[in-house]
Every structure is written in structure tokens, then in C-alpha cells.
């Protein structure tokens, strides 16, 4: 079955500190899609990255970091020196097949503390 | 702005009363989608449209109802038959050729009392 684990329920941080958020994924699909969303104290959620599995590459943007490995079935989340505004709920997700319907984690609190 | 519209943010009800939510979009977006986000549950698909007059159920339709008479439109009746509606309600949309890129709307928080 295609499932999105997210182990870690609620993460506290000094800022300036790094932080990485798991997220391990099952698919039947051979070709796929893997995202991250964030979910500030507003409440909508906010599309931050999506990778394609044939792209293996980590990917960088500003403090925010993705490593995708395929082997361990891992699509974890990083945010260097990390900041107040960061705090928010993330989120992985996968889509069902090829489509548009997302299978989301039960996602992770970032508390980023001043 | 472009973007999606929920109303309203906060809604009280009554048990046994149907309420329906409010998802509006203007960016042009095919796929609408509802989900329903429960503490430690993540988010859960309700149903989801991806043309207008047309729509499936996702993974915990029972309770609800939708409809897709105009392409930005696409409310959400959670009726009496929902054994536990109390939950944050969230709308989102996208274009049919951009696979799990949504854009949310700010969420509905449903209490029932």
C-alpha cells in the first residue's frame, strides 16, 4: 500500500540551530512524485518542493535543503539555521498513482523558539 | 489577488443540522479537492473534481456531499449522517497537468456542539 510516515511528531528549536524533518514513503509506482508542504499557524498549507524519483540529486533552496534517497526510501527535510517564522506544521506527501490525489503524512510540528 | 476563498473561517452547528462550506478559486485551476485534517491524522481526502459537473469520492466521502456547477466553485455539504464532523476543514485546487502541486485555501474549522 502507498503510505507516507512521518516518525516525528513535534520538533523544538533554539533558532540558529539545524533541523531535519524525516519522511519515509511506500509506492508501488516505479516513476513518482514526493512533496513537502508547510503548514503556518494561518492554516493553509503551502506548496514548498516537489521531486521527481528520477531526479536523485539533493536539492537546495536558500536555508532550506531536500535529500532523496531512493535505497532507504527517504525524503527528509532540512532548514539550516533555522528561524521563528519557520515554526509551522510539514508535511510529505505522495500522490496515488499518477494522479493528483495526495497521500499526506500526519506531519510535523516545528517549534522554533527565540 | 489569485487564490482560493473559504468561508466561513469558524462555524458552530447543532447536532443533526447539514452546514455547507464555501470553497471559492480564481486561478483558472480543473481539479478542486477537499480534505479534512483531524489532529495526529494528517490530511484526508474527501472528495475531489477534476472537471466541472463532475466529481469522485476520496478516501472518507461518507457524510459529505459536494457539487461542481461553475469551475471556481466547488462547496462542501458535511451532512447529518457525518458521525464526527468536528474537524478543520481545508479546500484546495490545482491544474490537471501539474501533478500534487495545490494551492490550499486558510481552512474551515467546523464544531459541532
Known amino acids: 500500500a502507498q503510505k507516507v510516515t512521518q516518525a516525528q511528531t513535534e520538533i523544538s528549536v533554539v533558532e540558529k540551530e539545524d533541523v531535519t524533518l524525516d519522511c519515509v514513503y511506500e509506492t508501488r509506482d516505479t516513476t513518482y512524485y514526493l512533496f513537502w508542504y508547510k503548514q503556518p499557524p494561518s492554516g493553509e498549507l503551502v506548496f514548498l518542493i516537489r521531486?521527481?524519483?528520477?531526479?536523485?540529486q539533493n536539492e537546495i533552496s536558500g536555508r532550506y535543503s531536500w535529500n532523496f534517497q531512493k535505497s532507504t526510501s527517504s525524503f527528509n527535510f532540512t532548514i539550516t539555521a533555522s528561524q521563528v517564522v519557520d515554526s509551522a506544521v510539514y508535511f510529505c506527501a505522495h500522490p496515488r498513482g499518477n494522479t493528483d490525489k495526495l497521500i499526506f503524512g500526519t506531519g510535523t510540528r516545528l517549534q522554533v523558539f527565540p | 489577488d489569485g487564490g482560493i476563498t473559504q468561508s466561513p473561517k469558524y462555524l458552530f452547528r447543532k447536532e443533526g443540522q447539514n452546514v455547507t462550506l464555501s470553497c471559492e478559486q480564481n486561478l483558472n485551476h480543473d481539479a478542486m479537492y477537499w480534505y479534512r485534517q483531524d489532529p495526529g491524522q494528517g490530511l484526508r481526502l474527501i472528495y475531489y473534481s477534476q472537471i466541472v459537473n463532475d466529481f469522485q469520492k476520496g478516501d472518507i466521502a461518507e457524510g459529505y456531499s459536494v457539487s461542481r456547477e461553475k469551475k471556481e466553485s466547488f462547496p462542501l455539504t458535511v451532512t447529518s449522517a457525518q458521525k464526527n464532523p468536528t474537524a478543520f476543514y481545508l479546500c484546495?485546487?490545482?491544474?490537471?497537468?501539474?501533478?500534487?502541486?495545490?494551492?490550499f485555501g486558510e481552512g474551515s474549522r467546523l464544531t459541532v456542539l
Open positions: 484546495a485546487s490545482s491544474m490537471r497537468e501539474q501533478t500534487g502541486e495545490l494551492f
Open positions: 521531486r521527481n524519483s528520477f531526479d536523485e
